[in-house]
């Protein structure tokens, strides 16, 4: 790995392999909130550096995308502050998901090296359909960029939605491995005149397979819970966030806290953490499969959150450092798998229905 321009790389991510033979290794972000805990005032300078870096001198109004699962709370997170920093409130910012059953589907484009390639952008909400059809300038959010495959086939299928390209579109990424290629690309597949990008780290890696990674099995039991019902209201996020006041933070925390989100639920866990202060962190659970190593130093493997019959994990977790534990989940405590439950022991999840404290891994 070669770095030529940003932070020390060796405080921004490890590298890990993952398991998935399409790409088996991951860059591991050490301040984005996935696999490892982040203080939530580190998280929130990291997005306020994400958002100077993009042109303001672009048309309004401004369509910002972030990409599911890693990158939704990134993405919302730079809108955010976008909005903090121009006061405007011609923004809105729209996540993919892989959860189709909230709403109708409006654009779907591939990630080809994920784990799970496809995604989807569900139908603005209509408060906002008329910001989303007259943006001028897209912003793509994501945590990292290796060719700009995804930035282009997202870019070009919103031209396509929308009957029209942008005027200008801007990428922002917590690293850029791309060297040129991901402005290009974008560039050609939405035929904006104007491109540019942004990244914390920018440089080049390059590697050599091994062979193939194994193949998975669900654990035993832990495909038994039903199927979610979101319904709409949970789901409204998915259509879309538009720009809004900034919360004030509620104040310094007595105990170390950690907020757990869990899959694409993670910008209100991130947001519950920072007004809870006192450098409570937060993270959230997800799909990757990755294996362990230096960067994973713990995993817990359970049942994903919605009944969707796939394996979810939960890195660097010790339940023991920490005073309070946090779990933020959509729907019901029944979504909660029993093996998260025994590997946290002793928690909180906040439900759609209210708190309900857990000991042992059971109801308290």
Known sequence: ?????????????????????????????TVLGRHIPVDAARHRAVLRELAAAVPLDTPHPVLLAGFAETAVGL?????????????????????????TGVGETWVEFR??????????????????????????TL??????????????????????????????????TLTDWSGGEAARRVA???????VTMSALVSGAYSWSPRGLAPARALPAGCAALPVADLGA????????????????????????????????YVWPAFLLAERIGGGAAFLATTRSPVAPGPAIRSKAVFADHYGLGIEMYLHNVVPQDWDRILLLVEGEAG??????????????????????????????
């Open 1 to 29: 790995m070669t770095v030529h321009a940003g932070a020390d790389p060796d405080g921004l991510l490890q590298v890990a392999e993952r398991i998935n033979p399409r790409r088996p290794f991951l860059f591991v972000s």
């Open 335 to 364: 979504r909660i798998c029993p093996r998260l439950a025994a590997h946290l022991g002793r928690f909180t999840a906040l439900t759609a229905a209210g708190p309900v404290a857990f000991d042992g891994g059971r109801p308290a």
């Open 75 to 99: 993405g919302a997170g730079v809108h955010d502050e976008l909005a903090r920093r121009t006061g405007r409130a011609d923004l809105v910012c729209l996540s993919s998901t892989r959860h």
């Open 139 to 172: 912003v793509l959010v994501d945590d990292e960029a290796s060719t700009g495959r995804t930035f282009a086939a997202v870019a070009g299928a919103l031209a396509r939605a929308r009957g029209r390209g942008f005027r200008a579109i801007h990428l922002a």
């Open 233 to 264: 209201d949970p789901g409204n996020w998915r259509h879309g966030l538009p720009a809004g006041p900034p919360d004030a933070p509620a104040g310094a925390a007595a105990r170390r806290t950690l907020v757990i989100g869990t899959g694409e």
């Open 188 to 194: 050609a597949a939405a035929g904006a005149a104007r």
């Open 111 to 136: 990630e080809d090296h994920s784990h799970a390639p496809d995604h989807a952008l569900l139908r603005p909400h209509p408060s906002l359909r008329p910001l989303v059809e007259a943006a001028e």
